[in-house]
T-cell receptor
């Protein structure tokens, strides 16, 4: 299995621009999570889906953040408009029957 | 507020040393505690602990949980330079109605381990 695939791996964008991060989960995994990692706050859960349905988005910091999962093989996390404080590594992770969460390689976002 | 605290924040040792990493937690509805190793990329799963006093072991790594005192330790014996990484502790706090998911993981800030040759 190719694992959790995220894109882009790195993105540098200007403040105010829209950023879209993408995730392809491991096939057959019912849960998909979006995490954000910063030096200050560590790893934080932003939102998670179960069978493509958003279950808990209480970790989404502001209305500028939105996430979708239109089908079982694709999810997006969008930031519009982006701000410098959004600079972080964004991880997508999925979980299947085995109860272990598998992380993607992360999308390293820098907003200047 | 749920929290997970790891110590030390960073540690420098020499190859062959034994290290102990600490993780304490305060959460509601504790379900499990997990250890991850993070090098330059994504965290990789090491252990999941749910019961007190039962040691999990994988090669030179081992971990144990104390649910009464609310902490866990991760031991690495005969350290190697390849063990250099950030070790993350995460606690799964359960919630009603959605069994089976580890999604509600509360992560500590991690312990950065550097192993010198």
């Amino acid at each position: 299995d190719a694992g959790v695939i995220q894109s882009p791996r790195h993105e540098v964008t200007e403040m105010g621009q829209e950023v879209t991060l993408r995730c392809k989960p491991i096939s057959g995994h019912d849960y998909l999570f979006w995490y954000r990692q910063t030096m200050m706050r560590g790893l934080e859960l932003l939102i998670y889906f179960n069978n493509n349905v958003p279950i808990d988005d209480s970790g989404m910091p502001e209305d500028r953040f939105s996430a979708k999962m239109p089908n079982a093989s694709f999810s997006t996390l969008k930031i519009q408009p982006s701000e410098p404080r959004d600079s972080a590594v964004y991880f997508c992770a999925t979980q299947g029957i085995g109860n272990t969460i598998y992380f993607g390689e992360g999308s390293w976002l820098t907003v200047v | 507020e749920d929290k997970v605290v790891q110590s030390p924040l960073s540690l420098v040792v020499h190859e062959g040393d034994t290290v102990t990493l600490n993780c304490s937690y305060e959460v509601t509805n504790f379900r499990s505690l997990l250890w991850y190793k993070q090098e330059k990329k994504a965290p990789t799963f090491l252990f999941m602990l749910t019961s007190s006093g039962i040691e999990k072991k994988s090669g030179r790594l081992s971990s144990i949980l104390d649910k009464k005192e609310l902490f866990s330790i991760l031991n690495i014996t005969a350290t190697q330079t390849g063990d250099s990484a950030v070790y993350l502790c995460a606690v799964e706090a359960g919630w009603l109605g959605y069994g089976g998911s580890q999604g509600n993981l509360i992560f500590g800030k991690g312990t950065k381990l550097s192993v010198k040759p």
